[in-house]
């Protein structure tokens, strides 16, 4: 069986951005005329000429997440465990390079901080580390998974990439699902912000979702850092890996993030902006593609921003989130990830989301249609 880095080599960066750069608005009011949205209708909707029909594409998504989600809004919360890592990623405050204070929780600790989590009602959490084989390798997550799987419904990992047979032990734990982000699907780009470390192997991080999905992973989280390429070409080729994931292991449920470059300990920029309208022209653009794919939004993005998407195709938002180890309860002051823009609480989310006509669920959407 071939891996998607095999479709991947298939197409040209160069050449695809050309095409998304050159459609015009008859091409955008051909393809909205249709029923069915294809990846090509897809380059579309996410070009320039597609803005001007923004209110049309928001309607229509509204009405597509609708159908198939409801009324519903799914609500999450990450635990950071470590920011020990042993790479150096240049837009990240854990990266090697960076002078910061490690610190990877205890089993006491892990137990302190989900005590907390679950006061706030929370039944599905994200566990995240920094990427630290020796540290916090597999042994250490299936601890993790082992010491908090009683405690909710869906366990869900972002760390580093593992191997399927890895995948395989720790599904077997009760990991429900993976979040996995080439970060750009760029290689050069790619390379040049993972100089060292196992994250700098491009082909590797790759053919991380092929290998969950051979594992049999239940959900598969996928996406591309934008800001460190052009946020267009990159989203084609995340959508370009949906469609290939969903047709080769289409008994895994997806979903998409949106992450935008947030200050952190580190100096870079942003090469391309990604304004507000531009994220909900994607976002819109993806639920036109893909009624079913879950579309994440965290509290990187403001206040304002997370009100206005609620109704415009997202399905699930985390609140109160803590991008430090042990942010919730054992150490606060511990050096973030990155800084977060929407700082409210769990409740003020709640009822945020209830104002706009929307159910609070906490469980994964599989688990509740099921």
Not at 42 to 55: Q, R, T
Not at 105 to 123: C, F, Q, R, T
Not at 231 to 237: A, T
Not at 348 to 363: C, D, H, L, P, R
Request: with cysteine; charged share 25%; glycine share 4%.
């Amino acid at each position: 069986m071939s891996n998607f880095i095999d479709t991947f080599k298939q197409y040209n960066w160069d050449a695809l951005e050309k095409e998304i750069y050159s459609f015009t608005k008859n091409d955008v009011v051909n393809v909205l005329a249709k029923e069915k949205i294809t990846l090509d209708d897809f380059k579309v909707l996410i070009s320039p000429a597609a803005k001007p029909f923004l209110e049309q594409m928001a309607q229509r998504s509204n009405a597509l997440t609708k159908k198939r989600f409801g009324n519903t809004i799914q609500m999450y919360i990450p635990m950071y465990l470590s920011n020990e890592c042993q790479n150096i990623c240049t837009y990240c405050g854990f990266s090697m390079t960076n002078k910061i204070r490690r610190k990877t929780l205890s089993d006491a600790e892990i137990l302190k901080e989900v005590a907390h989590i679950k006061n706030l009602g929370y039944d599905h959490i994200l566990l995240v580390t920094g990427e630290a084989n020796r540290t916090v390798g597999v042994s250490y997550l299936k601890n993790a998974i082992q010491l908090i799987r009683n405690h909710f419904s869906n366990i869900s990992i972002e760390v580093q990439p593992l191997d399927q047979e890895e995948y395989e032990l720790l599904i077997d734990e009760g990991l429900y699902a993976v979040l996995v982000y080439q970060e750009t699907y760029h290689k050069a780009t790619y390379k040049t912000h993972h100089p060292k470390g196992k994250k700098s192997n491009f082909d590797y991080r790759l053919d991380t979702p092929d290998r969950l999905g051979k594992a049999g992973i239940h959900k598969i989280g996928i996406g591309a850092l934008f800001g460190l390429e052009d946020w267009r070409v990159d989203s084609f080729y995340t959508a370009l890996h949906l469609k290939y994931l969903q047709k080769n292991y289409w008994k895994t449920k997806y979903s998409i993030s949106f992450p935008r470059l947030r200050p952190h300990q580190g100096e870079v920029q942003p090469k391309v902006e990604m304004t507000d309208a531009d994220l909900v022209q994607l976002i819109c653009a993806y639920r036109l593609l893909d009624e079913d794919v879950e579309l994440s939004m965290s509290t990187r993005e403001s206040e304002k921003f997370r009100n206005n998407i609620i109704n415009l195709g997202i399905t699930s938002i985390s609140a109160e989130s803590k991008t430090n180890p042990g942010g919730y309860a054992v150490d606060p002051q511990s050096l973030e990830q990155f800084e977060i823009s929407d700082e409210r609480n769990t409740e003020n989310i709640k009822q945020m989301i209830q104002a706009q006509g929307y159910e609070v669920v906490w469980k994964d959407w599989d688990r509740i249609y099921s």
